[in-house]
């Protein structure tokens, strides 16, 4: 698995509790991945204390017989830009179910018409792509990636490769003692 994000608790942008910090792994080859699973061992999300971690940034691993790592160019989020998703709150559900979702009128269930900036966004609803809402884990949306995003000055970035028009997927089970982070890929 690659390392695709670590994101430290931020207010309401990021609802993590005090002090943690969210990881997420993600499968690299995507021909035998099953990234589309939650549960497949493909993908991972999880929380640290951030008082477990060093100070800086980790060392890259040594070389290997393959040559030495491929290190992948950093991201950060400089803010987050509030905005209304557009869903009704009372067809919050219909978000969660495959067939209902499905069946809304697409100025509900596509309102910003699959527009890039609102295809990351913390919290809301899930802003599904053409494959809609299917194989979810327990719980509720807390973040969604973009395999694109806007930058600062106008230009756009690939972050990962999620099948070329994919995007992330993080839920959060609150049901539990402790809170469960899952992730999946869908296009």
Not at 3 to 13: F, M, N, T
Not at 91 to 106: C, G, I, M, R, V
Not at 119 to 135: D, E, L
Request: charged share 20%; net charge negative.
């Amino acid at each position: 698995m690659s390392h695709l994000a670590q994101l430290p608790a931020d207010g309401d942008a990021l609802s993590l509790a005090s002090g943690e910090v969210l990881f997420l792994f993600k499968c690299e080859w995507d021909s035998i991945c099953s990234f589309w699973e939650h549960d497949a061992g493909a993908n991972a999300a999880f929380v640290v204390q951030s008082a477990e971690l060093g100070a800086g940034p980790t060392e890259p691993p040594s070389d290997s017989a393959d040559g030495p790592p491929a290190l992948l160019r950093e991201i950060a989020i400089a803010g987050w830009r509030v905005g209304d998703d557009g869903a009704p709150a009372e067809l919050e559900s219909a978000f969660y179910d495959y067939q209902t979702h499905f069946d809304l009128p697409k100025e509900v269930a596509h309102p910003h018409d699959w527009a890039s900036p609102w295809c990351t966004k913390s919290g809301g609803v899930p802003y599904w792509t053409a494959n809609g809402a299917q194989g979810m884990p327990a719980g509720r949306l807390f973040l969604q990636i973009d395999n694109w995003v806007d930058l600062a000055d106008g230009d756009s970035v690939e972050v990962a490769n999620f099948c070329s028009d994919g995007t992330a997927y993080v839920f959060v089970d609150r049901s539990q003692a402790q809170p469960v982070y899952s992730m999946f890929i869908n296009r």
